[in-house]
Structure formats: structure tokens, C-alpha cells
């Protein structure tokens, strides 16, 4: 618990102090300060490009045993995920934030592509793992879950038959089978848009169980029924979502790796440029 806080801490913390660093620097984007060609401004292009070429290093690790003898793969990961935040960053100020020269400003639109892409598959790779550095999750595990809540739910209203016909229902049409990517994406985005409704008719379900078994056990106080409800739902719609988060995390590595590439070639075509000419 410890360590999920201070990591969700530290993640927080890095957020901040690069979306206030990028805030400076487009603030300050016209004052010329540093110079892409000479001093500060060309040594953070030569840095910045640097920390991209040493991104490579986690993949490479997931295939080469020798670099995760003593580093574990989950810190070659967090270094990925750094620095692709940092070289870029770098990049943006070697830049001063404009557009160049034909060559440099395809080399920036790649770079700026494959962070974008980053970030996308960071936020894809959180919804089937334990957080950015945990073990992948499972649908069997998700599904466990929410049988889990729902006979919480029902312990708290005296196993009421009717009320677990009713939650089973609910489930089935959540949890419906996988139908193609672009029509249970479409069925994931419905459930989280109509997540307040959907709380609202499992509580509904609840107190009308309670009135019809008229029963002597006493009714739980309302934020016991809406945390039990929130936790329930919750990971009903995670377990509906597992399978097309899955497809999208396949989809996103057929994407990201030539995008990857493209921006390396890319670079090495903008420093033959600005160094022979």
C-alpha cells in the first residue's frame, strides 16, 4: 500500500514538473534564449537524441537475458517510460519550440508522433497490468472481482434470490461477449458514460430488496452502499473493457515500433543535413 502511494506520488510529482516546464518553455518560445546551432540549445539536441536512442534498450531487454541478470525489466520499463518524456522535452527546447528547416521539422513531427504514441500506450498498458510496473492482469482475475462484489452486495441484503437474478442480468449485459474491436469499443465508452446511471440503478436494486424482504437485519449506512456499489461496478466495467484494452495494446505495438524508427531515420537525415550544410 506504501509503496503504490509513494510511486503514485512520484509519478504525480514528475507530471507537474514537465507540464511546468513545457508551460515555461512555450511561454518563452520567441525570447531566443538558446540557439539550436551553438552552445546550451545544441547540446540539449544532442542529449535529448541521445536518451531516444537509449529507449531501444527495453525492448532489447525483453530479448536479451544478460540485461535483465541484474536489472529487472520493470526498471528497464520505468527508464523507458522517463525517458521518453525527457528526450523529447530536450528536443522541444533545442528547438525553442518552432518549426525549422524542412528536415528538422519532419525529424520534430516524428518525435512529437512517437511521444504522443507513448503516452497513449502508457495509458492503454495501465488498464491490463497492476499499474505501470505490476503484473499483467487477467479477465479471470477481473471476472473474480466482481463475483467477489456481488456477494458482498448480496451478504448485505440477506442473499435476496431476486436481487442476485437481477445483479446476474446486469452482468450479462455488461460483460457481453467480445463482438469486434470498433462495436465493443463502442460498448465500453456507453458503460463509462452511463457509469453515474448504471451506480444509480444497482443502489435502486438494493433498497427496493431491502423493502421487499421487510427483515430485521439493519439497512448498512448510504457511503457503505455507495463504496460497495463504486468497487462493484467498478470492476464490471473493467473486466468489459479487458478484452478490447488487449486489442488496442496489440494494435498500439504495430504502430509504435515503425513510428519509432521513422523518427530515428528522421533524426540521423537532420544531423547529416545541418552538419554537411
Keep these: 500500500m506504501l509503496l503504490n502511494l509513494l510511486n503514485s506520488l512520484r509519478t504525480h510529482f514528475f507530471t507537474i514538473a514537465v507540464t511546468a516546464t513545457l508551460y515555461f518553455g512555450w511561454l518563452h518560445r520567441d525570447d531566443n534564449y538558446l540557439s539550436a546551432e551553438t552552445g546550451t540549445g545544441y547540446l540539449l539536441g544532442i542529449v535529448g537524441g541521445s536518451l531516444m536512442l537509449v529507449l531501444l534498450l527495453y525492448p532489447v531487454s525483453k530479448r536479451m537475458t544478460s540485461l535483465t541478470r541484474w536489472i529487472p525489466i520493470r526498471y528497464w520499463f520505468g527508464v523507458h517510460m522517463m525517458l521518453g518524456v525527457i528526450g523529447p522535452l530536450m528536443i522541444l527546447f533545442h528547438s525553442n519550440f518552432h518549426l525549422g528547416s524542412t528536415n528538422s521539422s519532419v525529424a520534430l513531427i516524428c518525435m512529437l508522433l512517437v511521444a504522443g504514441s507513448g503516452l497513449v500506450g502508457r495509458y492503454i498498458y495501465t488498464h491490463i497490468h497492476h499499474g505501470l510496473y505490476g503484473a499483467q492482469i487477467t479477465l479471470k482475475e477481473l471476472k473474480l472481482q466482481t463475483e467477489n462484489n456481488h456477494t458482498e452486495l448480496l451478504g448485505m441484503y440477506a442473499m435476496d434470490e431476486t436481487l442476485d437474478i437481477k445483479l446476474k442480468k446486469m452482468e450479462a449485459k455488461a460483460l457481453q461477449p467480445y463482438k469486434g474491436l470498433a462495436i465493443s469499443l463502442l460498448h465500453v465508452i456507453s458503460l463509462a458514460l452511463n457509469a453515474h446511471s448504471f451506480n444509480k440503478a444497482v443502489i435502486n436494486l438494493l433498497k427496493d430488496s431491502?423493502?421487499?424482504?421487510?427483515?430485521?437485519?439493519?439497512?448498512?449506512?448510504?457511503?457503505?452502499?455507495?463504496?460497495?456499489?463504486?468497487?462493484?461496478?467498478?470492476?464490471?466495467?473493467?473486466?468489459?473493457?479487458?478484452?478490447?484494452?488487449?486489442?488496442?495494446?496489440?494494435?498500439?505495438?504495430?504502430?509504435?515500433?515503425?513510428?519509432?524508427?521513422m523518427m530515428i531515420i528522421t533524426a540521423i537525415i537532420h544531423i547529416f543535413a545541418v552538419h554537411m550544410y
Design 210 to 261: 431491502y423493502i421487499t424482504n421487510d427483515n430485521d437485519k439493519v439497512m448498512p449506512d448510504s457511503k457503505t452502499v455507495i463504496d460497495s456499489v463504486n468497487r462493484y461496478t467498478l470492476a464490471l466495467r473493467q473486466a468489459a473493457a479487458f478484452k478490447v484494452y488487449e486489442q488496442l495494446f496489440s494494435l498500439w505495438h504495430i504502430l509504435h515500433l515503425p513510428l519509432f524508427f
